[in-house]
């Protein structure tokens, strides 16, 4: 068993079946089966220009290995036990298919620089996925931020009531956040589209293989600059854990307001049954399981984050075993990060709103900051106006009424400069249409927002 190992020649005793396990990583990494065979099949494109194998020899692993992406694609591929990762499974298998022409295949080539291209390919392909959903998410968002832009409800600070704000401006917090998730995206890429393969164990690859055509046949932007870095850079594993740390981080905020906004206390929104679940004891129930279970979500994500740097912080130069945990996080990251988006997705897309209890919650106090502008636009100076204001409050406190509830003479008693005018601030239309400069909640700004969201969306030149 142990001759058939790509590492085994200068051992002759047999490996601890403990140790076997252990060391074995073809459970978690065989899902890279058809990214390795396709750097397979460019590397041995590769070596036959350069004459380490023949025309002949070149179609026969070309063929062995078409034949082997069938066995996967079809659920045929037998694994061994001594298999102990994708490379060695694929490279055992195509050996049994067409003879000795394999054992040529993996010429200059290691497992080092093989495993890195074989993840770099994986996630090039995964990344558009997760792009698209997140640009499907961004859509959703623009699309009820045009269609519900008249509904208006409280803004909090501190989860306070604050200041009257449109729905739409509260929806587009998040595709903003998702703008910059998405730009991430972009960089992250780039910097993921740098062929490693040629880059040998550590030392680069003795033969001349020309490694610019070669990231070209595999459709890389770029080739690594140096062969010892190359083999151990896990920077893009780290990036894309971190990147999706944060696309989750923005979604467990959203998803920590509609949790809130769903309750009774709030009941601004109702989430559709398919994304909601019932008690086992209380049958009145209705919980809001598929935001909880994306706020909760964020938490893994960002524990594979932390746990993969703190295994890359301690590691010396070149490739270390220690990478081996690189897969795991990546794979787990990728489907929690895939089922969260779409499950946002869905509940965002049947979610529904009550827009009169939105407008109920809105109460004539929240507009104290507008007695502060009303007294700014008669001309005294803001910080003496915002005192005012205060004046205003705690003079309605003292007699156990609504601000709106003041008469004039109140507030004449507490500034000469307020006239008849200040009776018809009470307007929230009003008061939310003054915020009208660019990236406030007025409806032109608003529209403005999903303007520019829609126009960067569909020029966005994200790589594809």
């Not at 068993?1 to 990494?29: C, H, Y």
């Not at 998702?178 to 490693?196: A, H, I, P, W, Y």
């Not at 979610?351 to 001309?379: H, W």
Request: glycine content about 8%.
């Amino acid at each position: 068993m142990e001759k058939q190992k790509l590492w085994g020649g200068r051992f002759t005793g047999a490996t601890d079946p403990v140790m076997e396990k252990f060391n074995a990583s073809i459970q978690i990494d065989k899902r890279m089966w058809r990214e390795d065979l396709q750097g397979s099949k460019a590397y041995v494109r590769a070596i036959q220009k350069v004459g380490l194998v023949s025309e002949e020899e070149c179609q026969s692993i070309l063929s062995g290995l078409e034949k082997v992406g069938e066995e996967w694609e079809s659920g045929t591929f037998d694994i061994k036990d001594s298999d102990e990762d994708i490379h060695t499974a694929n490279e055992r298998r195509l050996k049994e298919l067409i003879g000795s022409a394999a054992s040529k295949l993996h010429t200059g080539r290691s497992r080092n620089d093989q495993v890195s291209t074989d993840m770099r390919l994986w996630m090039k392909n995964a990344l558009l996925v997760l792009k698209t959903e997140l640009q499907t998410f961004v859509t959703v968002i623009l699309n009820r931020a045009k269609q519900e832009m008249d509904v208006l409800m409280p803004g909090y600070t501190h989860l306070q009531r604050a200041q009257p704000i449109r729905w739409s401006h509260w929806l587009l917090s998040y595709g903003w956040m998702l703008k910059r998730d998405l730009e991430r995206l972009q960089g992250l890429q780039t910097r993921v589209s740098s062929l490693t393969l040629g880059s040998g164990a550590l030392a680069g690859n003795p033969f001349p293989i020309d490694r610019t055509s070669l990231a070209s046949d595999l459709g890389f932007l770029d080739i690594s600059g140096n062969s010892l870095d190359a083999v151990s850079d896990r920077d893009f594993v780290a990036e894309f854990l971190f990147w999706a740390s944060m696309v989750g981080t923005h979604l467990s905020r959203w998803a920590e307001d509609l949790i809130l906004y769903s309750s009774k206390e709030f009941g601004f929104v109702t989430l559709a049954d398919a994304y909601s679940t019932g008690s086992s004891l209380m049958p009145q129930k209705k919980n809001a399981d598929s935001l909880e279970l994306i706020r909760g979500k964020a938490g893994r994500m960002f524990g594979h984050c932390s746990g993969f740097l703190m295994t890359l912080k301690g590691i010396p130069s070149t490739y270390n075993k220690d990478l081996q945990e690189d897969k795991e996080a990546m794979f787990d990251v990728y489907d929690t990060l895939l089922g969260v988006v779409k499950v946002a997705i869905g509940v965002l897309s049947t979610l529904q709103i009550d827009a009169d209890k939105m407008r109920q919650a809105l109460s004539p106090e929240m507009l104290a900051t507008d007695i502060a502008y009303y007294l700014v636009r008669k001309g005294i100076p803001f910080r003496e106006a915002h005192g005012l204001s205060g004046m205003c409050v705690a003079l309605a406190e003292k007699k156990k009424c609504s601000l709106s509830e003041l008469t004039l003479q109140d507030f004449r008693s507490v500034s000469e400069q307020c006239t008849e005018d200040i009776l018809s601030i009470w307007d929230y239309e009003k008061s939310v249409d003054q915020y009208s400069v660019y990236g406030g909640t007025g409806k032109t700004s608003v529209t403005a927002q999903i303007e520019n969201l829609e126009a960067w969306l569909n020029q966005s030149d994200l790589l594809q």
